[in-house]
């Protein structure tokens, strides 16, 4: 802990939301108290790992053989001068994963620069549209590409979830791209595209935090970022010390998470057997608002 | 039976066949269902994104009927676009029961500006639009992802480990055994996904058991899910039999069998050409 602005700025906060408490108690919803001391216990962990790794701090990450397989994908399809396929999802910039997966592909355009790789980015949503020329433009530029950079490599098809799917299975059997990464948000299409990539020989990238299609990238896809390893796989691809410290961040987060469902079940036994009054699942029940 | 029903079922059989087609490999009937497909989808969601979003939510909240607000010099605008587009802005104001709002000129403008990015020279304004959406949506659901899925989360994993009220195993009924797989199941799933520290030793040994519990919840949603996908392919097979009656002038048959003749035409023709 020698972070001192860090240390000074949380005092602050927490004196300022004593002052608060103390004197304007009319601002403050009880019953969310809970949620406000989670908001600001993850959040400062965050910052702090944040800067931790900002100022130098030693940051190991494991390996991920998905993201790894990523770099590797990208280089298959320069060594066979096919272009590689990158399908965002089919959800708007208001879903997590999408903007994940557009993050992603800001890499992932900077690698098919370097390479001078073909790179075809089908999309679904307009905004999404938008974001991922931004991404793909930004990252010829930081190459030194923008040449080659060709806006009708990121292009619209359809809103419509199957109509969209089969338009890039369509894709998918004309290019024939040697590599195809879903890194997004899926639902029923995943199969579909996954399937299709599978029977064209594709090295297939699966990313995604949608719990009911993992199964499916698992099975027909080479490799799958299940969950978090898909939100990690942006820092894990930049190396950037302020992302690689939001995932040991998180990490700190996980550990909390777990000692608090540890923590519950040992005083829910002890509510059970009658030893304290204590109803730890009331304490944790959150009422919305009327 | 009207022509209408007759010739939509022709084209439900032509559409589903075509797609279809597509297990055998890529070939024009796939392509036509395909490019059909995309074209109409997009103009449909397009028209419907207009007349259910844009003009009823957004213009009929900055131009309400003149009944909810009060005749201003705002409205000479919409008197203009009134005299240009009258279906759109129908003469005294939008009538969707919304009141005056003017803080909708905000999505207006970023709408407006995002249109404008076509043109090179405002490509950057697009930015504008992404930024508000991404940040506005992060926002909204911190609380809720926070509320829902951590604390629901850790709420649902809290279990009871001593109450007696539960019997030891049960398969399907919640029991003190389940109960303590559930604890098991999240803990060692939450571990698997630590990134900061190596899954060698011990450790390795508890992530490789949180993993085989991921994988377990994998295969029983996959087969789950692939029950879902056989049920609407008997559904697509029920309407391919039921059109295939003389109502409908056995369109099934004739589009199968037409469809299998010209794709016998086109592999044999292929492969004269190849040779």
Excluded at chain 1, 53 to 75: H, N, Q, S, W, Y
Excluded at chain 2, 58 to 79: A, C, N, Q, T, V
Aim: hydrophobic share 50%; with cysteine; glycine share 8%.
């Amino acid at each position: 802990m020698k972070d001192k602005n860090f240390i000074v700025s949380s005092i602050i906060i927490f004196f300022a939301f004593t002052y608060l408490q103390l004197f304007k108690p009319d601002l403050y919803i009880d019953e969310r108290g809970l949620l406000l001391f989670l908001i600001l216990l993850f959040g400062g962990i965050l910052q702090y790992s944040t800067r931790h790794a900002i100022r130098g701090g030693d940051i190991f990450l494991r390996t991920i053989p998905g993201v790894k397989a990523v770099e590797e994908a990208v280089g298959r399809s320069t060594e066979m001068g096919k272009p590689v396929l990158y399908v965002p999802g089919i959800q708007d910039m208001d879903q997590v994963e999408t903007v994940a997966g557009v993050v992603i592909l800001g890499h992932v355009s900077k690698m098919t620069a370097r390479y001078e790789t073909p790179l075809n980015v089908p999309v679904a949503r307009s905004i999404v549209l938008k974001a991922a020329q931004e991404a793909c433009k930004e990252s010829y530029l930081i190459e030194g590409k923008s040449d080659i950079y060709n806006e009708n490599m990121v292009h619209y098809l359809t809103d419509d979830q199957f109509a969209y799917a089969a338009g890039v299975n369509g894709i998918m059997n004309r290019e024939k791209p040697a590599a195809c990464l879903y890194m997004g948000k899926f639902y029923a299409e995943s199969l579909l595209l996954a399937e299709t990539g599978n029977s064209i020989g594709a090295i297939q990238i699966a990313g995604t935090a949608s719990q009911s299609q993992i199964p499916f990238f698992v099975t027909a896809c080479d490799y799958t970022l299940i969950g978090e390893e898909f939100f990690a796989a942006s820092a894990y691809l930049s190396q950037k010390p302020e992302l690689l410290g939001i995932v040991k961040g998180q990490d700190y987060i996980k550990l909390c998470i777990i000692i608090m469902i540890v923590g519950g079940v040992l005083l829910r036994f002890l509510y059970d057997i009658d030893l304290i009054d204590f109803n730890v699942l009331d304490f944790l029940t959150v009422s919305n608002l009327k | 039976m009207i022509f209408n029903d007759i010739f939509g079922a022709w084209v439900a059989v032509f559409f589903t066949l075509a797609i279809f087609s597509f297990l055998y490999k890529d070939n024009p009937f796939y392509k036509i269902a395909e490019h059909a497909y995309i074209g109409i989808s997009a103009g449909y969601w397009l028209s419907i994104g207009f007349w259910t979003i844009i003009q009823p939510n957004l213009l009929g909240r900055l131009w309400p009927s003149k009944e909810y607000s009060e005749e201003s010099f705002w409205y000479s605008i919409y008197d203009f676009l009134s005299s240009i587009i009258p279906s759109i802005f129908p003469n005294g104001g939008i009538d969707k029961g919304h009141n005056m709002d003017l803080t909708y000129l905000i999505p207006l403008v970023l709408g407006i500006m995002m249109i404008l990015s076509i043109f090179k020279q405002f490509n950057w304004m697009a930015r504008w639009g992404i930024a508000y959406t991404v940040a506005i949506a992060a926002g909204l659901r911190a609380y809720g992802y926070l509320n829902s899925y951590i604390l629901g989360q850790i709420k649902g994993t809290i279990v009871p480990l001593a109450n007696t009220e539960y019997p030891i195993f049960h398969i399907s009924e919640p029991s003190l055994l389940n109960n303590l797989l559930i604890l098991l199941g999240t803990v060692t799933g939450l571990l698997y996904f630590f990134f900061s520290r190596e899954q060698s030793g011990s450790f390795g040994k508890i992530t490789r058991l949180g993993i085989y519990f991921l994988m377990i919840s994998f295969g029983a949603s996959f087969g789950f899910a692939v029950m879902g996908r056989i049920s609407l392919l008997i559904g697509r097979f029920v309407s391919l039999i039921d059109y295939s009656s003389s109502q409908y002038h056995h369109a099934t048959l004739w589009v199968f069998f037409l469809m299998i003749i010209l794709l016998i035409y086109s592999a044999i023709n292929d492969r004269s050409t190849s040779s």
